[in-house]
């Protein structure tokens, strides 16, 4: 039966009203804001490399003075794909032609030719390197990066008793980078999802920075998913910051402990490949416990870092098989989707078209106590079964 | 949400309760404008950038009555957020 929608998101089916979904449409821009490509350490090995980003290709390559560039993968000649091309000098060759590109864009040489034309620069984006991840800037106007939105440092990246990033990727098809989101305010799909009993749930969002803030336990019924595997069952208190449209970071305290500094950093961000595909990356750094070795302490991250894919696997096995909503159907015990989704609006329209409701703070703390109580009795049932919540 | 103005600074807050344990602050003006927050220096996203006065004030609502428990009103088509 053809149903008629009206201007609350409801239709008629027979005598019954039923709840239609809005999935809008893909933006057809890209966020505006600093995005982590990945790890210099990798961009600094090997030859060029080739980042499928932003609807385009881009080429990351080291010259020999060891400067990290992002330009455009097309050579403006004759299309030729500079990724494929040898770094020469510090300019980027490109295997077509050979001609010749620096880090700022412009062409340096065409061995073959008496000169260069004029307008011979193709676009280099606008980079820096931080706690050793290298980011890029997007923005569909063109404009350089404002001071206030730069990405924050992590004093502790590199500082005596930390490890080094262990990092990962993986890529999401057939969803917009909204989806992964949205997990900012999702408390109960921490449960469902990532095997995580939140105690405590509040949001709060201001200017460019959306956060969370969220106490909870591991699941018993599913501790191999812990986070902190040296004390199983212990609470963790996270402390996560979006810095901008895609990069998150996590300070963590693990093992019960909630006070002092946090003893593991965990960085969660993305880019978008297209308006439907994006790369999800993460990455974690531990402050390796007294006694402990290093290559104990660089296990431990690991150990972090594979419980926290299992959980983001679960998240793209749901996104792969979802619909996209623009108007989800809340209860009280939900997070603040819309207001989450006002402020990441705001890297979708032009500067001079963000609007206070977008940027203005905003606070949210969800009553975890029904929640709580209904998970407890969950997880206590399936101990009992001996059953496990992990999907195989 | 209720409009209520902080007893420090006067400002305006839309505040809203679902239940005894939550609470949904919507500013309404730039945070530079609150005296505690400005004097704390904490960056976004700081868990300690809040203010106590303006909790109280909350807290007192509660108790007077002044905010009463509310549920959710989702927002309908024109309003919702987009990215297209």
Redesign the interface.
């Known amino acids: 039966m053809r149903s008629k929608e009206n201007?609350?998101?409801a239709a008629v089916h027979g005598d019954e009203q039923v709840r239609v979904i809005?999935s809008?449409?893909?933006?057809?821009r890209f966020a505006r804001g600093w995005h982590c490509l990945g790890l210099v350490r990798d961009f600094k090995s090997g030859g060029p490399h080739q980042i499928s980003a932003f609807g385009t290709e881009l080429v990351v390559f080291t010259g020999e003075d060891g400067n990290v560039n992002v330009l455009n993968a097309f050579c403006p000649h004759m299309g030729g794909n500079l990724a494929h091309g040898q770094v020469k000098g510090n300019a980027i060759a490109c295997p077509f032609h050979d001609w010749r590109w620096g880090g700022n864009g412009k062409c340096v040489d065409i061995p073959y030719a008496r000169r260069v034309p004029p307008l011979a620069r193709t676009r280099a984006w606008v980079t820096r390197q931080i706690a050793g991840q290298l980011f890029v800037w997007n923005d569909p106007q063109g404009s350089q990066p404002p001071a206030e939105v730069e990405i924050?440092g992590i004093p502790e990246y590199g500082a005596d008793g930390w490890t080094d990033w262990t990092w990962h990727t993986l890529e999401v098809e057939g969803s917009?980078c909204?989806e992964i989101v949205d997990n900012v305010v999702d408390m109960a799909h921490f449960f469902y999802v990532h095997y995580a009993l939140p105690t405590y749930f509040?949001n709060?969002f201001?200017?460019?920075?959306a956060?969370q803030?969220m106490h909870a336990t591991p699941r018993p019924d599913a501790l191999e998913t812990s986070l902190d595997p040296t004390n199983i069952g212990a609470g963790t208190r996270s402390?996560a910051?979006y810095?901008g449209p895609s990069y998150m970071i996590d300070k963590l305290w693990t093992g019960g402990r909630f006070e002092g500094g946090p003893n593991v950093y965990l960085i969660n961000c993305h880019y978008p490949i297209s308006s439907t595909s994006f790369k999800l990356q993460y990455g974690v750094i531990v402050k390796k416990p007294e006694g402990v070795s290093d290559a104990e302490g660089e296990e431990m991250a690991k150990m972090i870092a594979d419980g926290q894919k299992i959980g983001f696997e679960q998240d793209i096995q749901i996104w792969k098989n979802k619909a996209p909503i623009?108007?989800?159907?809340?209860?009280?015990e939900?997070g603040?989707v819309?207001?989450l989704?006002?402020w990441?609006?705001q890297f979708?329209v032009d500067i001079e078209d963000v609007t206070?409701e977008m940027v203005?703070?905003?606070?949210?703390?969800?009553?975890?106590?029904r929640a709580v109580n209904s998970w407890n009795e969950e997880v206590s049932a399936n101990l009992a079964a001996g059953r496990s919540p992990i999907r195989a | 949400m209720k409009p209520l103005n902080c007893d420090l600074c006067g400002q305006q807050v839309l505040v809203e309760k679902f239940s005894a344990v939550h609470t949904s602050i919507q500013w309404t003006n730039k945070t530079d404008n609150c005296p505690t927050i400005r004097a704390a220096g904490l960056g976004l996203g700081d868990p300690g950038r809040s203010c106590a006065a303006l909790q109280n004030r909350i807290e007192r609502a509660v108790l007077d009555s002044e905010i009463l428990e509310s549920t959710i009103e989702l927002p309908s088509h024109a309003d919702l957020p987009r990215l297209h």
């Open positions: 201007a609350v998101g809005d809008g449409a893909p933006p057809e924050p917009h909204r509040k709060h201001e200017g460019h920075v956060s803030v402390d910051s810095f623009d108007n989800p159907l809340l209860s009280e939900d603040p819309y207001q989704r006002r990441y609006e979708y206070p203005n703070r905003f606070e949210f703390e969800i009553d975890t106590t």
